[in-house]
């Protein structure tokens, strides 16, 4: 035990050496939840967009000063005749053009019956699609105004709630994403790094002669930066209830063993890492520029898993991170027990011992 | 002359170590190929769950006729909504509909009901498309019902029909979108993870205080780390090309010369960006933590999967600043709308300065003496 004290002694002080290395450790992720925190959003808001009017009538002016009134959209000053819708959408920036056939407001009035054409810039479907939907809803909404003000017989009313998000903060899901990734990528990258540079300055084989267990060896590794990246942790937390005021609901005891658990994940990740790669600088494109992507899109919170083939749906249950971000969804925004995730935490409890075993055996034959 | 030893330096290094060559080719190709397929965003099948306290024809055809809209899935039907509560918790549906006691008898009686919609709202978009789908599909099923009650169709007043068309991608498909933005995204990886370990390996291996005791310049210096990799990357971004042609049958619209004109200027300022960090880190885990910041940056405000419009001036000012905002958007405007020359010269003009700036910055940050 004091042995291990130790050795655990020499690793922090070799992390404290590199000042440099640790202020990147612990900015890093910082900067980057209150970045994302504050700049990521999936609504759509401030669109550009153009207007064709060729009724300019009291009708067509009315909506597009209803258009104008929306935060959604950013209305450009000067109309387009419809030969410049092209060039207008080509140039990039004007995302959706309304054009009002000429005679709009005689149709409607005479004749009861108008038709507005919506042109969208199909190259990003989404904000088409959303876009498409606010601007039907004005109309409706236009259309309703100038009915005739009685209240229509048998009318459905829906009432929509939004549950765990009342207010429509539109970066909650990234918040839990964001830490999940950040906390994978630095962690596994971290041990990889310090088990491999050792190997490469030939010091490892002074520590495996010494009358210390190699698995000792390890552990006295892995233990700063489980405390380095709990420190972290405890800082982002912080971060985001009193800056980004995104409260946390369920326990805070749980939520902090749930991530020791990840983060030993992410540890054993990296050993086994450094125990197939030679050198750094693959060690480091490996756990960094080869899980990026994956981790990414894999965890779930940029696109949804149930739309993904069958096979990437098998393959994200590889990701230790899926499981965090589901743990920390359900007990940070959505205030629910340890009864509602005991499943991820097995699997993330299962996915630890299985990488460490394996690195383990993979150290000890690559020694002998 | 002094340029073709050197230049021959650094090829054999990147020809020495055959695994970062596989890597720098094979890793972004067979990224590809799979990851767009994983990241299908089309919000089609909505979760949705039932709590029918009616029971009665209506609430049975209104369920019949969300189910074929094709939008929604029914997981289960609760008896409670406690129940259906309890299914949004698991992750399990999206959505809860719930159907209040008596609402057929009373919307005849009383001229109009209430349906309320609860939304698992932590995924926005989702939540927002789903609901919107859903609202929709009420309102048609609210115009049938009003028509059959009533025998015959009620004046509504005057109405506005919305036609619509999707411009340059009629049926919507997210591949279109999300294909040239993965091909950037895969080439500024490569290029910048490569780049900013380069020059800091010199320095962690020792050759180079070899190379400062040489009477090469600074700038040929640069010049030097930065042709090699100009050129992986150029041949990167062809097999990307093909990939995208290949696999995902998606043919650039506009002049391929644009397209390589800009792509060539994109990786000076790209590799330039990557042998400042280089010059400024101690050791290659600094020089690739200061990088993984800065692609998360690159991958997550760039446009890429967000709309940028959306972000606050601040953070916009900051995407304008990345490089690969500009590269992003121009890919996209020159495969899928067939942009020209003329339509994308702000951009370029955006790239030629960063690249500029970038390598004087990088140039003037290498200094000779350790």
Same mark, same amino acid.
């Given at each position: ?368 | ?115 309320? =919609?609860?939304?698992? &709202?932590?995924?926005?978009?989702? #939540?927002? %498309? @789903?609901? $919107?789908? *859903?609202?929709?599909?009420?309102? !048609? ?117 644009? =397209?390589?004109?800009? &792509?060539?200027?994109?990786?000076? #300022?790209? %590799? @330039?960006? $990557?042998? *400042?960090?280089?010059?400024?880190? !101690? ?88």
């Amino acid at each position: 035990m004091k042995q291990l004290l130790v050795f655990v002694k020499k690793e922090f002080y070799q992390v404290f050496r590199d000042r440099r290395t640790l202020l990147i450790m612990f900015g890093l992720p910082v900067a980057q939840i209150l970045l994302f925190g504050f700049a990521l959003t999936s609504e759509v808001k401030n669109a550009r967009i153009a207007i064709s009017d060729n009724a300019v009538d009291v009708n067509s002016l009315q909506i597009i000063q209803k258009i104008r009134a929306s935060s959604n959209f950013l209305v450009d000053s000067d109309p387009i005749n419809p030969n410049q819708i092209n060039t207008v959408l080509k140039k990039g920036d004007v995302k959706c053009v309304v054009i009002f056939p000429p005679g709009f407001g005689n149709d409607l009035i005479h004749l009861g019956n108008a038709r507005v054409q919506i042109i969208t810039d199909g190259s990003d479907p989404n904000t088409a699609r959303t876009l498409l939907n606010y601007l039907t809803a004005i109309i409706a909404d236009y259309q309703k105004e100038i009915s005739t003000p009685e209240v229509l017989p048998y009318s459905i009313i829906t009432e929509t709630r939004m549950l765990y998000n009342e207010e429509g903060n539109g970066s909650l899901n990234f918040i839990p994403g964001v830490l999940a990734l950040v906390l994978m990528i630095v962690c596994t990258a971290l041990t990889s790094v310090a088990v491999v540079r050792e190997r490469e300055l030939g010091t490892m084989e002074v520590l495996l002669v010494s009358p210390f267990k190699p698995v000792m060896v390890l552990i006295a590794k892995a233990i700063p930066y489980l405390i380095l990246s709990l420190v972290n942790f405890l800082l982002i937390l912080l971060l985001c209830v009193w800056v980004l005021h995104v409260p946390i609901l369920g326990s805070i005891v749980l939520l902090f063993l749930e991530t020791i658990l990840f983060i030993l994940a992410c540890l054993s990740f990296g050993l086994l890492i450094s125990t197939i790669t030679h050198s750094q600088q693959s060690a480091l494109l490996l756990s960094i520029m080869g899980m990026m992507i994956p981790t990414l899109v894999f965890t779930g919170f940029l696109f949804p898993l149930e739309n993904m083939p069958l096979i990437f749906r098998l393959i994200s249950n590889l990701i230790p991170a899926r499981w965090y971000y589901l743990i920390v969804k359900s007990i940070m925004l959505k205030g629910l027990g340890f009864e509602y995730v005991w499943k991820e935490t097995l699997v993330l409890t299962g996915m630890t011992l299985v990488l460490l075993i394996i690195s383990m055996k993979n150290f000890k034959t690559r020694l002998s | 002359m002094m340029m073709k030893y050197l230049l021959q330096k650094e090829f054999r290094q990147l020809f020495r170590d055959k695994a970062i060559l596989a890597m720098m080719f094979v890793m972004p190709t067979v990224q590809l190929i799979i990851i767009p397929l994983a990241m299908n965003f089309d919000v089609k099948n909505i979760n949705i769950t039932v709590v029918d306290l009616d029971h009665s024809s209506l609430s049975q055809r209104l369920i019949t006729k969300i189910g074929s809209s094709g939008y929604f899935r029914f997981i289960n039907t609760s008896a409670s909504y406690k129940e259906a509560l309890q299914s949004i918790e698991k992750e399990e549906a999206d959505l809860i509909m719930e159907i209040p006691d008596g609402f057929e008898r009373n919307l005849v009686r009383e001229g109009s009901q209430k349906i309320s =919609l609860s939304v698992d &709202a932590i995924n926005g978009t989702k #939540a927002s %498309l @789903g609901a $919107g789908y *859903l609202t929709t599909v009420m309102a !048609d099923f609210n115009q049938h019902v009003r028509a059959d009650l009533d025998g015959h169709a009620i004046a509504d007043g005057p109405v506005i029909d919305v036609t619509y068309s999707n411009w340059f991608n009629p049926s919507g498909e997210y591949k279109y979108y999300i294909v040239p933005g993965v091909l950037v995204l895969l080439l500024t990886m490569i290029g910048g993870f490569l780049s900013a370990l380069n020059i800091v390996k010199e320095k962690e291996a020792g050759t180079m205080e070899q190379i400062n005791v040489t009477p090469i310049k600074k700038w040929q210096f640069i010049l030097g780390k930065m042709i090699p990799f100009w050129i992986m990357g150029m041949i990167v971004f062809s097999l990307g090309l093909l990939v995208t042609r290949l696999i995902y049958g998606i043919h650039p619209a506009g002049s391929l010369a644009v =397209l390589y004109l800009f &792509a060539s200027v994109y990786l000076v #300022a790209l %590799l @330039g960006f $990557g042998l *400042l960090i280089s010059t400024y880190s !101690d050791n290659q885990l600094q020089a690739m933590f200061v990088a993984f910041f800065f692609m998360m940056i690159f991958m997550l405000m760039s446009g890429l999967f967000t709309s940028l419009e959306s972000m606050p001036r601040w953070a916009r000012t900051i995407a304008d600043l990345t490089p690969i905002t500009h590269f992003i958007k121009v890919v996209r405007m020159i495969m899928l709308k067939g942009s020209s020359l003329s339509d994308i010269k702000t951009e370029l003009g955006y790239e030629v300065i960063f690249a500029i700036l970038l390598n004087t910055w990088a140039i003037w940050n290498y200094k000779k003496t350790a």
